[in-house]
């Protein structure tokens, strides 16, 4: 799938050279005056709603306020478990009431790990042009188990790395016209490797777009 649809929400979020977790960082929302032993932590929205769901005006249901803010963080974008369950925390929701919303939301696929995973390869590869090494690294930054992340960077076919590996320095060439051999090498190896491609896959599709310019390459260069 392309940047649209189940990736809307993903077209803020940093690459995975940046390693930085960019539009991951959950709103912080404003704290309410009053805070009451159950309802710590929680924004003046998500109590509010809480209250007139429990029906009794009195101490916020903690699940009703959990199922609030997990329902607005995943219309924002997509989340994994890990994310929200971390945003339920920031908010002072009680662990138990907070598990209780996070598998009821699983039950339902409001929350797939392994929906987001392969989607996030799909879309951060062809949108950035990511190798499968800086897509593992964004999703295991983002909660998602080991095991899940490999099913879903292996998904994406070796051929399919390298041709984009190709179009990348391709892009790269020209401006790059001015340098000698050595220098371009280097800094289009440079490039590649910020976006997780492999020192060997990396010198390969190099040598290959500067021999096709006529430039001959040194036999020492990797």
């Avoid at 929205?45 to 249901?61: I, N």
């Avoid at 289009?188 to 390969?204: P, V």
């Amino acid at each position: 799938m392309g940047e649209g649809g189940f990736s809307a929400g993903w077209s803020g979020e940093s690459s995975g050279e940046e390693g930085s977790a960019g539009g991951d960082e959950f709103p912080a929302g404003r704290r309410s005056r009053r805070r009451r032993s159950s309802g710590e932590g929680w924004s003046s929205g998500e109590k509010g709603t809480a209250d007139r769901s429990s029906g009794s005006g009195g101490e916020a249901d903690p699940e009703a306020v959990a199922r609030n803010i997990c329902l607005r963080l995943l219309t924002m974008a997509p989340k994994t478990r890990a994310q929200l369950a971390e945003a339920l925390r920031k908010r002072d929701v009680p662990e138990e009431a907070a598990e209780a919303v996070l598998s009821r939301f699983s039950e339902l696929g409001l929350i797939n790990d392994e929906a987001f995973a392969a989607a996030w390869v799909d879309s951060r590869h062809h949108g950035r042009g990511l190798a499968k090494r800086a897509l593992a690294a964004e999703l295991r930054h983002r909660g998602v188990d080991s095991e899940t992340v490999s099913e879903a960077v292996e998904r994406l076919d070796p051929d399919q790395e390298a041709e984009t590996a190709r179009r990348l320095v391709e892009r790269k060439l020209a401006a790059t016209r001015s340098l000698d051999p050595k220098t371009r090498t280097r800094r289009l190896a440079g490039m590649l490797a910020r976006k997780g491609y492999s020192s060997g896959l990396a010198f390969r599709v190099i040598r290959e777009a500067l021999e096709q310019e006529g430039i001959e390459m040194e036999e020492d260069l990797p």
